[in-house]
């Protein structure tokens, strides 16, 4: 049980948080490229890899002293809350034209999965999701439910975005999206700092 309410601690925090991030409109503009299954193949195996990473840096941040660690991971879920409330005014401008001058070439098959791959993990490293899956290990949650319920919401997101991307951004505001993720944020930074004001 405690598996499940890890993962699905994980997968609440990282899905809105990546909604309105340029993993989404990245996703989606290279699915209007190239074939979507590729696309999203390509952009899962990135994700997983920096889930692999992100977990990897919270269990060795675990092993310091508990409370410092605790009060830091509490930091990180602060900053993004800040960051998250920040550019929630600015969320509803980003367009997917502004990524698509990036991307020229026209593939398929490997060759998508493997420019989606590329462009993904390239843009992903020191990401929002990325720092509060290593602050969530960090806490002292586990971390292969952590790395599951990361994953698969950095999949849900990706999948959206390939299947459902165009539609979503006519009719669902991003800056409500990164309000919903600051708010998240703000209670696990309140969590675990009583946390670790506790121990």
Known sequence: MEFLVVAVTAFAL??????????????LVLSTRYPPLPVWLGVIVAFFVQCAVAVAAGTLISRLPERPVE??????????????FHGAR???????????????????????????FVVLFTAEWGDLSQLL??????SGRDPIPVFV????ALVVVSGAAVLLGRWLRKRVKLSVIRYVAAGIC????????VEALRA
């Not at 319920?149 to 698969?152: F, N, V």
């Open 14 to 27: 990282i899905l809105p948080v990546e909604l309105p991030d340029k993993t989404f409109v990245a996703t």
């Open 71 to 84: 009060l830091v991971a509490a930091a990180l879920f602060l900053a993004g809350a800040f960051v998250l």
């Open 90 to 116: 600015k969320a509803d401008e980003q367009k997917p034209e502004e990524l698509d001058g990036q991307i020229k070439t026209r593939r398929t098959g490997v060759r998508a999965a493997a420019a989606s």
């Open 186 to 193: 703000l209670v696990l930074a309140v969590l675990t700092t």
């Open 149 to 152: 319920g990361s994953w698969l």
């Open 133 to 138: 899956t290593a602050g969530l290990v960090a």
